[in-house]
């Protein structure tokens, strides 16, 4: 049998599939998010968490940190006018993933940001790795009351809200793409 490109790509296919279908991934998208887009994700996880008849505060706790998730990445996309000149493929969209285990969720996500911001988003990602549950709550606190608010419309809440929710420590990476991006990916669990 002559394997033809056409071939190929079917193979592909279902080579990807039994990759989302072993890491029980419900939902998957790649793409730029838009606020209807975000609207639509949210309306079909409510409908999945309610159709598998899922704990209400677990219903809760995985909802609000989709929200977070998905504003994330709707807020702090980089736009850059000449971003498809820089980014492999000039497409500069983002990926959203979640899965179910019998331990509970994991939402992933990933999209591009400047490099030169890579160092400042790590550190305050590891500072908030760092708190106690009670010390997540006073920097909540302080970063609402201080006013703080970066140049996304945002004060840095919404990672430090995953965290206090989840109770779990913020998994990330960060791969260089070029001098100029670099691709963030983010692992938050949700435990049943």
Do not use: W
């Amino acid at each position: 049998m002559v394997i033809t490109e056409q071939h190929k790509k079917m193979i592909d296919i279902y080579d990807l599939y039994n990759k989302m279908e072993c890491n029980n991934i419900m939902l998957s998208f790649k793409g730029d998010i838009t606020s209807e887009l975000m609207t639509s994700i949210l309306q079909i996880m409510e409908s999945r968490l309610e159709n598998m008849g899922e704990d209400p505060k677990i219903k809760k706790k995985v909802y609000n940190v989709l929200v977070e998730c998905l504003q994330n990445l709707y807020h702090h996309i980089d736009e850059e006018p000449d971003i498809e000149d820089t980014i492999p493929n000039g497409n500069k969209s983002a990926i959203f993933m979640i899965g179910i285990s019998p331990s509970g969720y994991t939402i992933m996500t990933g999209n591009y940001i400047k490099t030169d911001k890579v160092s400042s988003l790590g550190q305050r990602l590891d500072k908030i790795n760092s708190l106690e549950p009670d010390a997540l709550k006073a920097l909540y606190k302080e970063v609402l009351n201080n006013d703080i608010v970066s140049e996304k419309g945002g004060g840095g809440l919404g990672m430090i809200d995953i965290a206090r929710k989840t109770g779990q420590k913020l998994d990330y990476a960060f791969s260089e793409v070029n001098n100029e991006f670099s691709f963030f990916s983010l692992n938050i669990k949700v435990s049943q």
